[in-house]
């Protein structure tokens, strides 16, 4: 397995899209961010809908919509 290969797994992608997320609520910004817009964290925000602990962290940061939480929850929407 190549350092390529291995940058493809699951737990590698969603551990730099959580620490991309957490930078821009800790910094704002990134080394990514051109203007208003990061390609990057918006990478990051689609990458962690796709896991469970994923879309918990969305969900407390803010960043997914009220419906999102409540199915979290086990809650009808």
Request: with cysteine; hydrophobic share 30%; proline share 5%.
């Amino acid at each position: 397995m190549t350092g390529t290969d291995e940058g493809a797994r699951p737990v590698d992608r969603f551990e730099s899209a959580r620490l991309t997320v957490l930078q821009h609520v800790d910094d704002g910004t990134c080394f990514h961010c051109s203007g208003s817009e990061c390609p990057q964290h918006a990478w990051a925000v689609e990458e962690l809908t796709h896991h469970t602990g994923g879309r918990r962290l969305l969900c407390q940061l803010g960043l997914l919509p009220a419906a999102d939480n409540a199915a979290l929850r086990g809650e009808p929407r």
